[in-house]
């Protein structure tokens, strides 16, 4: 029996997210991005060896039932915000950067490509799921990249071997290539591996535009909006807002740079910009 632990806390990901993804200016190639084969980070493999092995079909449907009903608690965005900004590790030597400068970096290369107000905001916020870490919730269970579950289990997904430990494999219910859904369905109608995508998406559902939604709810999705696998379980509007989608990951993906930008000089403008889309509060 294996009896590996859970990742401690979310700065092991983001430690491997800032190591290995962040780009050096005149350095760094697109194609070096996402680069799983020699991660630079053991905790890498052990992270989507958890996630792989315990995303269960029932485990993504037991956390919806918990989490999309929003019953946790009431609060404003810039104290979510707040919490986001706690998200760093302390023993990096090289970059001290949180999650917050992260939501900054991709929402002000957008906005430096005069992009709609509405979009600039999705950049700020598309990781707010996050503070799922908040409710206590395992590194596993909150980030990385997601997956249909209820059907099999692509082989384009990254670390596709640690699949062989999720129940789901040995179980015929699941393990097809349709599985529990019909050809065509809609994505509104699959389940996808639990964590801040999804939870982003509830939160913010009535606040702002569809594709801002599907990019909160997919950019996570790498097997569909960039390997092209999954179509058999989309229908027209989901590849009409792939797009998006697709328009929405390079911010996300090569804004990222060592050098923080300035928020309090910044917090004015996403103020307004919080006004105008978003209650003073928000359900969790």
């Not at 591996?193 to 950019?219: I, T, V």
Request: proline share 5%; aromatic share 14%; net charge negative.
């Amino acid at each position: 029996m294996r009896t590996e632990q859970p990742l401690e806390n979310l700065d092991q990901w983001d430690d491997f997210v800032r190591d290995r993804v962040y780009p050096q200016p005149q350095e760094k190639a697109r194609d070096d991005y996402r680069d799983y084969e020699t991660p630079g980070r053991d905790c890498v493999r052990e992270f989507y060896r958890q996630n792989h092995s315990q995303q269960t079909y029932e485990f993504v449907v037991a956390k919806k039932e918990q989490f999309a009903g929003l019953t946790q608690r009431r609060m404003g965005v810039f104290e979510a915000l707040d919490f986001l900004n706690t998200l760093v590790d302390d023993s990096d030597p090289d970059i001290e950067l949180d999650q917050l400068q992260h939501l900054l970096q991709t929402s002000e290369a957008i906005r430096a490509d005069g992009h709609d107000d509405w979009f600039v905001l999705t950049g700020l916020l598309h990781d707010l799921g996050k503070v799922l870490c908040l409710f206590g919730e395992p590194q596993w269970a909150v980030t990385g990249d997601t997956f249909p579950v209820g059907c099999r289990h692509d082989e384009r997904i990254v670390y596709h071997e640690f699949f062989a430990d999720n129940a789901d494999s040995n179980d015929d219910r699941f393990n097809t290539r349709l599985g529990v859904y019909e050809e065509h369905c809609g994505l509104r109608n699959v389940h996808l591996s639990w964590g801040h995508d999804e939870y982003a998406y509830h939160l913010l559902k009535d606040c702002l535009p569809e594709p801002a939604l599907y990019m909160m709810r997919f950019h996570s999705f790498y097997a569909w909006h960039r390997e092209g696998r999954y179509d058999w379980l989309c229908d027209d509007h989901d590849r009409q807002m792939l797009a998006w989608v697709q328009k929405f990951n390079p911010y996300d993906l090569y804004s990222k740079s060592p050098s923080p930008p300035d928020w309090q000089a910044l917090r004015p403008y996403y103020e307004s910009l919080i006004e105008k889309y978003l209650p003073d509060e928000i359900r969790f």
